[in-house]
């Protein structure tokens, strides 16, 4: 069973559009979550950064966190084809904890004209 | 503010040779630090990590190893390269204190031949 898992996509959303991008994770100790957006080519760049149940919003992007369903969702607003990439879900406290991540495997979007 | 220096950026050796890969952060002290190899169209894995200077944990058994020399020095090398050793390598670094996000070096291409 995959620690963290995500949709492998590709997602595809208009220009404009609502993309929602969703995570779940196995360990319910886990503490932290973060999402990452990699493009093609490129190392993974941290964008969202999430702590407690709810929402957190940061410009067109909003991170939602639900423990005790144990899932993590990314909404990006007003979608743009510079958001085409692979986002990545990661999760902090499986696997021995500390200040490791475990990593889903990302889901790729794209944003078409 | 932090920044984490990784080279080189692309790299081609034969099957056999050895490797050394060489990562830097500056602007921040006793740093978490972190290798990662991406395989193509796959997840993050996590190599290596280490809470300070001499101080390394292996996460998978493989023919690589890593040293710290320095607070803010991370190594990964290989006195015998596999055709298996191909990816995309990335070495992190994150605050010591727990439950925080890990920031990316651009990276290392490798290929073997």
């Known amino acids: 069973q995959k620690e963290v898992e995500q949709n492998s996509g590709p997602l595809s959303v208009p220009e404009g559009a609502i993309a929602s991008l969703n995570c779940t994770y196995s360990?319910?100790?886990?503490?932290?979550f973060f999402w990452y957006r990699q493009y093609s080519g490129k190392s993974p760049e941290l964008i969202m950064s999430?702590?407690?149940?709810g929402d957190k919003e940061d410009g067109r992007f909003t991170a939602q966190l639900n423990k005790a369903s144990q899932y993590v969702s990314l909404l990006i607003r007003d979608s743009q084809p510079s958001d085409s990439a692979t986002y990545l879900c990661?999760?902090?406290?499986?696997?021995?904890?500390?200040?490791?991540?475990?990593f889903g495997t990302g889901t790729q979007l794209k944003v078409e004209l | 503010s932090q920044t984490i220096h990784q080279w080189p950026a692309t790299l081609v050796q034969p099957v056999g040779s050895p490797l050394s890969l060489e990562c830097t952060v500056e602007?921040?002290?006793?740093?978490?630090l972190y290798w990662y190899r991406q395989a193509a169209g796959r997840g993050l894995q996590l190599l290596f990590y280490?809470?300070?200077?001499?101080?390394i944990s292996s996460e998978v058994p493989q023919n690589l190893s890593a040293s710290r020399p320095q607070d803010r020095q991370f190594i990964l090398s290989s006195k015998k390269l596999l055709l298996s050793d191909s990816g995309f390598y990335l070495c992190?670094?994150?605050?010591?204190?727990?439950?925080?996000?890990?920031?990316f070096g651009d990276g290392t291409r490798l290929s073997i031949l």
């Open positions: 992190a670094w994150s605050v010591i204190q727990g439950a925080q996000p890990q920031h």
């Open positions: 360990d319910r100790g886990s503490q932290s």
């Open positions: 999430i702590y407690s149940n």
């Open positions: 990661a999760v902090n406290g499986i696997t021995g904890g500390g200040n490791k991540l475990t």
């Open positions: 602007g921040t002290s006793n740093p978490n």
């Open positions: 280490s809470v300070g200077i001499g101080q």
